[in-house]
């Protein structure tokens, strides 16, 4: 008998523009033991799935149809006395973000024995046991010591593992783990992962892992589900799926996620373009831009540590590092919305660091370097149409403020990135993630910059739009030669898009060279940590 | 325009509490503009045969003790109130909008010496601070609106300074900066508009407040003075008569601004739903 059946479950919300269908008839059944995926994009459902199974949809949304047996019962309908008795003993969540989802005012101990004693009764000395037996389980170093710290004192990944302890403690027969690694490093992803499957494992626990990342269910899934805007669309052993995608959705979520070995043009099924080729510069020209000794203190801590690197005109450089690297601090003292602590930044010949990051705005080379960012959605003004984000710069830096040549060249820039000229007028909270995304793009192409600053420009998106937006920018480069500064933690995603790489780690470069030949042969060992922790389905890879 | 209006007739209908709020603000403006046609008696001409009359048929809520028509008065001082309500809230909003985006912005000493002198202010019990400015400045009506307007200030720079340090290193803003604009730009043209939504709540509660101080002062005897109506004074010359049973000289103003200051109190909440474009799906 299966653990856990959903049949034709139907999840709906009530909202303004009235009652929308976020999950539409899924169907699947998970015998106790196994391990499923439920893998999509933003918006297929996947988490309200969840929530649904464990009764926690929130109070717009509600079950409209359909069955979930839990052990054989029904508790499609359950009461919320009767689900609570379920939730923590017999089905169990670790949520995304470990860091909201902990009490910051209770040390992790507590939170452990609190969640031990929502339904055993054991004595004050038990719990604490427990509990260390937990921390202990969860590979928490030195759990005494640890026990009374507080969710502040520890780092994501940490917290994470407390959340995992707590998820364990009533030793559930399922556990459903929503995005559990979201926002945590590669490395740190790659060791809870293990942790959590070496747990399930252990004691024989049925896992839900709900995640958008191919390489990650691959890993770490017996089967795996894909969903596409409520709706199953594809169910099969990892394996399978993977190497003979049935479903149109799936061949192109596939095709979409980057492997060691994809170019950017297959991510979205074109043939490979040549490589770029930039005529021979000119004996004894300067460099586009020469970055020197760049440190940057915060209080006596060095944020970037003696870091230097030469990028030429129309060449693409990748700045690759785990959170505090300080490869977005560099990202911003080239752009100079930062000052530096000491070195030089050359931008041409000139030395553009003697103009204050304060007044930077005024400097004729304002408009040379320009920004993409990362979260495309706080990047633009909620007050501003997408016609106004792109037009304002223009105005600014280029002088232009002719309404009708002003029109004209936002609506090329607009038209390079492929957003249609319809939504110009249309204000960001009307946009998606993709088309924020291009007018990010758009605005800083629209100046013509000679080099594109991109702080993790697609980190934000999901990865068919990924894809996409990666093929826009590789076109935009090969057009215009324009040079990159290509920050990113993904990997595979600079391999792609940089034909040099940088490797960064605490403020310090680990190694750098020629792309291929860094991710062929690295010759550090962190490069090779870093490197083996991403998340793979490419059986040759493995 | 047209968006922002049915925008607004959706929140209105979702949440009738804000709508009736809406009625009960716009009805209150549209008395303070047309009270002198309004009302049935004259406001100022006294009458003293008819003094102290119980609420009638001709007199809707009574006379005073100098045979003056309450309600007529009522409508009258409405206008007065308003106006400097009004005319405060809107000076303290500008400019400690302004002070407080630039103090949220900039940061550094000029935030902090800002950040001190207001801490000195709000530790004066405000009322105490607005009573001694209209005793030094003058017993007039445009004393009472800068004293009113002065002792809000601190609440809006402080808000102001709030809202834009939450924003001033979000994406947006160091997108205008790398898109060229000046600093006083980003803080007028970017950082003002988005911080308005939150501000037309303090607005909107701070109306309210600023009635009760005016009136208030005028009901120690600072600021308006008699014969012009206004509620704090009919409250202050009506008290005398309350333990003699005439009570419609209080209550009726009382009751004026009571509702009145719950009028906006209340709008405020739905204000900020109506002004967030994000709300706008």
Known sequence: MSLLQVQDL???????????????????????????????????????????????????????????????????HARESELRALRGAAISMVFQNPRAALN????????????????????????????????????????????DAYPHELSGGMCQRVMIAMAMACEPALLIADEPTTGLDVTTQKTVMDLLAKLVAERDMAMILITHDLGLAAQYCENVAVMQEGVLVEQAPAAQLFQRPQHPYTQRLVAASPTPRSTVQELVGEPPAPPIIRPAPAPGAAPLLEVHRLTKLYDGFKAVDDVSFTLRAGESLGLVGESGSGKSTISRMVCRLIDHSGGSVVFDG??????????????????????????????????????????????RLLGITDSRELTGRVEEAAERCGLPRNLLGRFPHQLSGGQKARVGIARAIAVGPRLLVLDEPTAALDVSVQAVVLKLLDDLRRQ??????????????????????????????????????????????????????????DPVAA | MSATLKHAAWVLRGNPVTALAATGATLLVLIAIFAPWLAPHDPIASNVPMALQPPSATYWAGTD????????????????????????????????????????????????SVGRVVDVLMAFPLFVLAMAMVAALGNRVENIVIATAFINLPFYIRFARAEVNVRRNLGWVEAARSGGESHLTIVLRYLLPNILPAMAVQISLNLGWAILNAAGLSFIGLGVQPP??????????????????????????????????????????????????????
């Open chain 1, 480 to 537: 215009d030669g324009l040079a990159f500064l290509f920050v990113s933690h993904d990997l595979n995603v600079v391999r792609m898009m940089c034909e040099r790489t940088i490797v960064l780690r605490q403020g310090q470069v680990v190694e750098q060279g020629d792309s291929a030949a860094i991710f062929a042969a690295p010759s550090d060992a962190y490069t090779r940590e870093l490197l083996t922790a991403i998340p793979h389905f």
């Open chain 1, 350 to 395: 000139h030395d553009i660091g003697d103009v204050k990051a304060r007044d930077f705005h005024a400097s004729r080379f304002r408009r040379e370097i320009q920004l993409v960012f990362q979260d495309p959605h706080e990047s633009l003004n909620p007050r501003f149409t997408a016609f106004d984000a792109i037009a304002r710069p223009v105005t």
């Open chain 1, 10 to 76: 139907r999840v709906s919300f009530s909202t303004r523009r009235g009652v929308v269908e976020a999950v539409r008839g899924i169907s699947f059944d998970l015998p106790a033991g196994r391990t499923l995926a439920v893998v999509g994009e933003s918006g297929s459902g996947k988490s309200v799935t969840a929530y649904a199974v464990t009764g926690l949809l929130d109070r717009a949304g509600r079950i409209a149809g359909g069955k979930i047996l839990f052990k054989g019962r029904d508790i499609t």
């Open chain 1, 104 to 147: 910051p005012i209770r040390s992790i101990g507590r939170q452990v024995m609190d969640a031990l004693s929502a339904h055993n009764s054991l004595t004050g000395r038990e719990k604490r046991e427990k509990a260390l037996d937990l921390l202990r389980a969860v590979l928490i170093r030195d759990p005494e010591r640890r026990f």
């Open chain 2, 65 to 112: 003790q100098l045979g003056r028509d309450v309600f007529s008065r009522l409508l009258v001082a409405t206008r007065l109130d308003l106006a400097i309500a009004i005319s405060a809230v809107s000076i303290s909003f500008a400019a400690g909008a302004v002070i407080g985006s630039f103090c949220g912005y900039v940061g550094g000493w000029l935030d902090k």
């Open chain 2, 228 to 281: 012009t109506p206004e509620w704090g004074i009919m409250v202050a010359e009506g008290a005398r008569f309350i333990t003699a049973g005439q009570w419609w000289l209080v209550a009726y103003p009382g009751l004026a601004l009571m509702l009145t200051v719950l009028c906006f109190n209340l709008l405020g909440d739905g204000l900020r739903d109506i002004l967030d474009p994000r709300m706008r799906t």
